[in-house]
């Protein structure tokens, strides 16, 4: 009964409540975003147990900064931010991130990768779905290509809103959706010629 | 209208572009069968990107967290529970203890006055150790 009331509090309310120290309240913040913040931290970390474990962090991180949130703004672009500043943080303490930092503009278009064995179409794709080659397809995608596709294909926010949340430019996000997408279609362009072949 | 770059068409499923635009691109599109290929190949990696979004056993993620935020009342009942436990033992040790010394004591006490009755002529006792001693 209690939990319901809870479940149908709006996310300022819960804050407040979580800012009072009701651990009930952050509990069902948590139920609310872990989903996308596990999602979004496993596409940025390349690994479904780094994603977990960073999210669980931010999770941490959250309740003991949840006092300095101002209640009166939307709580899940503060924690997608929280979120992507601790992968970029873990990333960068392992030394994986030369290509995640913030600050990043990509002015030289990397070059397109010729696609390896994975792709090729005599032994993969009459096993491998679609599904399969794309999310191979996006896992091979360069970082920060990938979250800025994330962050508008999944999270459905705009060049604008990337661009915030990324602290880069728009035309930085504009040409790393581009990038992102030219790598992905090169790397489907053998599975749909397969598939159109056979069709 | 030419047809669209790849950049324009990224921009045009994105919609981030201008409405004349989006307008001009979707009527080229229509009529032209190459773009509408190039424009759902775009369309199949979003759908596919999409896809990717996970369920994941939030359930289990939760009540991690909060066991990491707050593992106090877990500890604290832990202590108690140590605490029950080793009470437990000591009373148990002290109870076996007890009895062994007891039984020892009545095993001695049996010996002894078996000895005194063998010794001293005695043919009966009672339970209190008073002992009748016959005249005979």
Redesign the interface.
């Known amino acids: 009964m209690k939990s319901k009331k809870y479940k149908e509090q709006d996310d300022i309310d819960l804050i407040k409540l979580a800012q009072k120290g009701d ?1 009930k309240a ?2 069902e913040i ?2 609310r975003y ?2 996308r913040v ?2 979004l931290a ?2 940025i970390m390349r690994s479904k147990d780094e994603g ?1 474990d960073v ?2 962090e931010v ?2 991180s959250i ?1 003991r900064n949840i006092k300095n949130f101002d209640s009166t703004k939307s709580l899940y672009p503060w924690i997608r931010r929280i979120t992507i500043n601790a992968c970029y943080e873990e990333l960068r303490k392992r030394g994986k991130s030369k290509e995640s930092s913030l600050d990043d503009v990509e002015d030289d278009e990397p070059s397109i990768d010729v696609p390896d064995e994975t792709y090729s179409p005599e032994d993969t794709f009459s096993k491998i779905e ?2 399969e ?3 191979k ?2 896992e091979s995608l360069p970082e920060h290509y990938r979250t800025t ?2 962050l ?3 999270e459905n926010l ?2 604008e809103e990337i661009a915030e949340t990324l602290n880069i430019n728009i035309g930085t996000v ?1 040409s790393r ?2 990038m992102a ?2 790598l ?2 090169d790397r ?1 362009k053998y599975y ?1 010629e397969v598939k159109d072949e056979s069709s | 209208m030419n047809h669209p770059s ?2 324009e068409l ?2 045009f499923i ?1 919609r ?1 572009l201008p409405d004349w635009k989006i307008k001009e691109i979707k009527e080229h599109i229509d009529e032209c069968p190459s773009c509408k290929e190039k424009l759902e ?2 369309l ?3 759908q ?9 056993d ?1 359930q289990t ?2 009540a ?3 066991e ?3 593992p106090t009342p877990t500890r604290r009942y832990s202590f108690r529970l140590k605490l029950a436990t080793i009470g437990l033992a000591i009373s148990l040790i002290f109870g076996v203890s007890l009895g062994i010394v007891r039984d020892m004591y009545r095993e001695n006490f049996n010996r002894e006055k078996q000895l005194l009755i063998s010794q001293h002529n005695i043919i009966s006792s009672g339970d209190m150790g008073v002992i009748f001693i016959s005249n005979r």
């Open positions: 651990e952050f509990e948590v139920n872990s989903n596990i999602n496993t596409q977990w999210a669980q999770f941490i309740w679609l599904k080659v794309i999310e397809a996006l596709l994330w508008r294909v999944v705009t060049y504009k959706i581009n997408r030219k992905m279609r489907l749909l | 790849f950049e990224s921009s994105d981030e190949v775009l199949i990696i979003d596919g990107v999409r896809e990717n979004y996970k369920e994941f939030t993620f939760t991690e967290v909060l990491k935020i707050n």
